[in-house]
């Protein structure tokens, strides 16, 4: 069964760092996003990238954030200068869209910012 | 009014009991609805899709009332691997906005 998979599983950083975080979404999906959460607390939405570029963004998703798809395959979250509060769980998904929107999530990357 | 909301929990119950939980929603531009489970540390998962017409797949079932704007999920005959959190999502225009959660335990 296809899946979107997450590079590395855990990162640790330190404060002021810039971290990249990788994901592989499935190949034919057209819609792709990242997620975050901070343990214990809700799933919060970052970012949605469609036909090469952002659709859409929260407020969390300031300056310090940019979204990269390099090639036809990778879907890369940069967060640069990372703070002590950036420490999170972070998910990227994928769904094709049209009838079928159900988004598939990958197993996450757990960023530590020490 | 948050677009999403649920009652956190936690939910106890007994193995073997039937629970049923809602969640609210606002803009009722939202064509989609999901309910996600989501177990500790790990990604979230589908559980199933919501429609009008409600739907069912096993011991789980969910139903959608527009007119009051909420969804709710029924689990018949809980196992304690139903034990986690269960999530609301709404789907706008692609962008997925996701509930709090509600957390179950099922208790032996």
């Known amino acids: 069964e296809p899946e979107v998979t997450q590079t590395p599983s855990h990162q640790v950083t330190q404060m002021g760092q810039e971290v990249i975080l990788r994901c592989v979404p499935i190949s034919n999906h057209l819609y792709f996003y990242w997620y975050r959460q901070i343990l214990g607390q809700k799933v919060e939405f970052l970012v949605s990238f469609y036909n090469n570029e952002i659709s859409e963004k929260s407020e969390i998703f300031d300056d310090q954030f940019s979204v990269e798809r390099p090639d036809g395959s990778n879907f890369t979250l940069k967060i640069r200068s990372t703070k002590l509060e950036d420490s999170a769980m972070y998910f990227c998904?994928?769904?094709?869209?049209?009838?079928?929107?159900?988004?598939?999530f990958g197993q996450g990357t757990r960023l530590t910012v020490v | 009014r948050k677009e999403v909301e649920q009652d956190p929990g936690p939910f106890n119950v007994p193995e073997g009991a039937t629970v049923a939980f809602n969640c609210t929603y606002s803009n009722s531009a939202s064509q989609s609805f999901f309910w996600y489970r989501q177990d500790c540390r790990k990604e979230p998962k589908l559980l199933m899709s919501?429609?009008?017409?409600?739907n069912e797949d096993g011991r789980f079932t969910a139903q959608l009332n527009r007119a009051s704007q909420y969804i709710s999920l029924l689990i018949r005959d809980s196992k304690l691997s139903d034990s986690a959190t269960y999530l609301c999502v709404k789907d706008s225009n692609y962008q997925l906005i996701w509930g709090a959660g509600t957390k179950l335990i099922i208790k032996p």
């Open positions: 919501v429609y009008s017409s409600g």
């Open positions: 998904a994928s769904r094709t869209g049209g009838t079928s929107p159900e988004a598939f």
